[in-house]
């Protein structure tokens, strides 16, 4: 199974917004409802014009699986945001670990990131198992935090130092495009 990352672009509107309209993917992603698909559009045509941030599409022999990030890069204190969701048809098939590991070796080799944050929220169990399967530890809990989906939600940070993760940069260095 090949795996490739992609900068966003335009192309990739039908597929983004098939996956954040999908219920088993807004149900956790800030995403206002219903998903605009003109906006989806809108977004993905312009994001990569936009400073302090990075965001890709992955793709599995082909076919967008899913999205993920980095953002509010700050380069003085080498630290950014990170985002992620698949296509719940590519759920829970170790791709959403392979995505993320792809994606903090880009932050550590071509941003030269030190730690990476990113908030999700604390009913979001299935997430938090991820994130710290894949080394991210818990930093703490903004308690009754987000106004979203029709209640206040504590929003757990959750954190990853890059450094002696073991990380290499040779899928993107060496791909040919
Ligand atoms: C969260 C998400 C990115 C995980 O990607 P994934 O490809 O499904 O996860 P993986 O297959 O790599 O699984 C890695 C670990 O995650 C956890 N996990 C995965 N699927 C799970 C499930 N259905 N229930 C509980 N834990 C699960 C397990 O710890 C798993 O390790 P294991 O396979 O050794 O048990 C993906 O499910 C997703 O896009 N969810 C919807 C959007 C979302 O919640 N994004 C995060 C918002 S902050």
Redesign the pocket.
């Known amino acids: 199974m090949a795996v490739k990352m992609v900068h966003i672009n335009g192309i990739h509107a039908k597929s983004r917004w098939d996956a954040l309209a999908h219920p088993?993917?807004s149900k956790?992603?800030f995403i206002d409802l219903p998903v605009s698909y003109t906006k989806t559009q809108e977004w993905c045509e312009s994001v990569g014009n936009r400073p302090n941030r990075a965001d890709f599409c992955f793709e599995v022999d082909g076919v967008p699986a899913?999205f993920a990030g980095l953002v509010n890069v700050d380069s003085k204190s080498a630290v950014a945001e990170l985002?992620?969701?698949?296509h719940p048809d590519?759920?829970?098939?170790?791709?959403?670990?392979?995505f993320l590991k792809q994606l903090l070796s880009y932050g550590e080799f071509e941003l030269n990131l030190r730690k990476v944050s990113?908030?999700?929220t604390a009913d979001?169990?299935?997430?938090i198992?991820?994130y710290e399967?894949?080394g991210f530890e818990i930093e703490g809990v903004l308690r009754k935090h987000v106004w979203f989906r029709g209640a206040y939600r504590d929003r757990v940070i959750m954190a990853i130092f890059l450094d002696g993760l073991g990380l290499n940069a040779d899928k993107f260095y060496n791909e040919t495009v």
Do not use: C, Q, R
């Open positions: 088993e993917v956790w992603v899913g985002y992620i969701f698949l590519f759920f829970s098939k170790g791709l959403g670990s392979e990113l908030f999700v979001n169990t299935k997430a198992s991820y399967k894949n």
